[in-house]
């Protein structure tokens, strides 16, 4: 490790180009102290760990001199390194991991193997250039390796695969940040001790429990547990064949994985009921802003912009703060809130291009681009290009094959409509808005002329928020192309009850699909119940 200027610096001690490794490939470069001190030196003595540590920061900091406060910083409690700072030479692949830094205390070597077994680590390095950009806090989760009460080794192992899953699953959300599996396997095979936990991974999450079998059955034990009070959020239980367990991948994971993001949403938004802004945490301000968004009330709405403006005052180079802003004002407009849309139509380009000027290739600010360019601008090109280019980035971004179903449903390709949107929901881990997805799935089983289907979507949807303008909507074209005369003209009732002024005439005239046959087919079904 050394100075891109020449003679500036060179770290040449094991441990000290081991810190640095550490660090470089820690997600954002940070590490916890502990986790440092107990990877190199041991955690048979704390206090000898912690010595040894201090000691060697201070040689790096002596070594690298003024360059020291551009490169690393430090806390009571972390290590980071600021990884824009830093440029990984060479190509991944040509040689061994860390080969020849001999090292022996073991936690280190299983740290060292595990990245050996796992290449994919060290590529990313070289093909991020995003890596070092900063992200909003949000809450962060580790999932244990599920015990094995009985210590079998086929257990062991399809418990650690089990959290393995649930790791992947939840990654997939930027509201959330997620320990990697290696690092929370290194506290496996001992009963979780939750201060244990918070210290090493500084997770505000956990993920824990055990598996056993009784006869030909496996039964799993999940709890999801407060990192910080030890309080368990919910509990669950899970049981089939072994069979079962290893064919069927989702198998009692969906409900583990939905039943996280949930209860993150939930668990957040009492906490910040009746706080003052300035007293809630940085890692629950953008949850608590995104779930509120999505909530049916124009009270909860507005303080969710309240939220969000607070979290971009802390963390003004997050891309994705900008992009969730962005998607307020679009909501703002399509949900009739919106006092001068032009303004909002504005602001919602604005903040989504802030966002792409903070980082180009963010997938989740370029699919919100895409959304204000779809739904405000009716520029259904130009948000096809940013739903490509951010799948592209990232083919698992659950809300850009989300809105991708909403543009082919707004094109008439029905078809690629419905493929889209149950890719979306098969994607989504975390559902402070689930009803967004089945309002959208019921759209695209419109284009579809599935109008059975596309009914349960739109009645899934307002059992979660009946005041959704979209999804009556929805479901007045779905009664009306099923005959359910009678009930189309209810629901109507309803929409003109929540939209006074509603206009047919209007409602077209902004609509992307309105040149096309679906568009077409909801103006018909809205004008069949009485509006004009």
Same mark, same amino acid.
């Given at each position: 490790m050394r100075s891109l200027e020449p003679g500036a610096f060179e770290i040449t001690g094991k441990k000290h180009r081991a810190i640095f490794a550490l660090l470089a490939t820690a997600p954002h470069g940070c590490r916890s102290r502990t986790f440092l001190q107990e990877t190199l030196w041991g955690a048979s003595c704390y206090d000898t760990g912690r010595q040894s540590l201090r000691r060697a920061l201070s040689d790096i900091k002596s070594a690298l001199g003024p360059y020291f406060a551009e490169l690393i910083t430090t806390n009571n409690s972390e290590v980071t390194l600021n990884l824009s700072n830093v440029t990984f030479a060479g190509q991944p692949g040509q040689g061994v991991f860390l080969e020849g830094l001999d090292i022996l205390e073991p936690q280190f070597l299983d740290w060292v193997e595990a990245i050996r077994n796992n290449p994919e680590q060290i590529h990313a390095l070289f093909r991020a250039p995003s890596a070092s950009l900063p992200r909003p806090p949000v809450p962060t989760v580790t999932v244990m390796p599920l015990l094995s009460i009985e210590s079998n080794p086929e257990l062991t192992v399809l418990g650690d695969w089990f959290a393995e899953e649930i790791c992947r699953s939840l990654s997939r959300t930027n509201l959330l940040a997620v320990i990697s599996h290696l690092s929370s396997r290194t506290l496996a095979g001992r009963r979780v001790d939750i201060e244990v936990v918070r210290?090493?991974?500084?997770?505000?999450?956990?993920?824990?429990?055990?598996?056993?079998?009784?006869?030909?059955?496996?039964v799993t034990?999940?709890?999801?547990?407060?990192?910080?009070?030890?309080?368990?959020?919910?509990?669950?239980?899970?049981?089939?064949?072994?069979?079962?367990?290893?064919?069927?991948?989702?198998?009692?994971?969906?409900?583990?994985?939905?039943?996280?993001?949930?209860?993150?949403?939930s668990d957040t938004l009492t906490y910040v009921r009746g706080r003052p802004i300035s007293e809630i945490a940085d890692h629950r301000l953008l949850m608590a802003g995104v779930s509120l968004m999505h909530k049916a009330t124009l009270r909860d709405f507005a303080k969710s912009r309240e939220l969000l403006d607070e979290a971009i005052t802390r963390s003004p180079q997050a891309a994705e703060v900008y992009a969730w802003r962005g998607k307020w004002h679009v909501?703002?407009?399509?949900?009739?809130?919106?006092?001068?849309?032009?303004?909002?139509?504005?602001?919602?380009?604005?903040?989504?291009?802030?966002?792409?000027?903070?980082?180009?290739? $963010?997938?989740?600010?370029?699919?919100?681009?895409? %959304?204000?360019? @779809?739904?405000?601008?009716?520029?259904?090109? &130009? *948000?096809?290009?940013?739903?490509?280019?951010?799948?592209?980035?990232?083919?698992?971004?659950?809300?850009?094959?989300?809105?991708?179903?909403?543009?082919?449903?707004?094109?008439?390709?029905?078809?690629?409509?419905?493929?889209?949107?149950?890719?979306?929901?098969?994607?989504?881990?975390?559902?402070?808005?689930?009803?967004?997805?089945?309002?959208?799935?019921?759209?695209?089983?419109?284009?579809a002329e599935d109008y059975e289907r596309a009914l349960s979507f739109a009645n899934n949807s307002l059992a979660q928020n009946k005041?959704?303008?979209?999804?009556?909507?929805?479901?007045?074209?779905?009664?009306?192309?099923?005959?359910?005369?009678?009930?189309?003209?209810?629901?109507? $009732?309803?929409?003109?009850?929540?939209?006074?002024? %509603?206009?047919? @005439?209007?409602?077209?005239?902004?609509?992307? &699909? *309105?040149d096309y046959q679906s568009g077409k087919n909801v103006a018909r079904a809205l004008r069949a119940v009485g509006f004009q």
């Open positions: 210290s090493k991974l500084g997770v505000d999450y956990c993920v824990c429990g055990s598996i056993r079998q009784i006869g030909d059955q496996v034990d999940v709890d999801f547990l407060d990192a910080e009070t030890g309080r368990i959020l919910w509990t669950r239980q899970f049981s089939g064949t072994l069979q079962e367990f290893v064919s069927d991948p989702a198998y009692g994971l969906n409900n583990i994985v939905t039943s996280v993001g949930n209860a993150i949403a909501l703002s407009v399509i949900n009739g809130w919106s006092s001068d849309p032009s303004r909002d139509t504005k602001s919602a380009v604005g903040n989504t291009a802030r966002a792409l000027d903070i980082d180009p290739e $963010n997938a989740f600010s370029l699919t919100i681009d895409g %959304f204000a360019h @779809n739904n405000l601008l009716r520029r259904l090109d &130009a *948000a096809s290009d940013r739903y490509e280019k951010a799948l592209g980035q990232n083919p698992n971004e659950s809300l850009s094959w989300l809105l991708r179903s909403a543009l082919f449903a707004f094109q008439d390709s029905g078809n690629s409509a419905v493929h889209a949107a149950d890719k979306a929901r098969q994607l989504s881990p975390i559902d402070p808005f689930k009803y967004f997805f089945d309002c959208l799935s019921a759209t695209a089983y419109l284009a005041r959704h303008l979209s999804t009556l909507r929805a479901k007045i074209t779905a009664l009306h192309f099923l005959d359910r005369t009678d009930e189309a003209v209810e629901v109507g $009732n309803e929409l003109r009850r929540r939209q006074p002024n %509603f206009s047919v @005439n209007e409602y077209m005239s902004a609509h992307p &699909a *309105a």
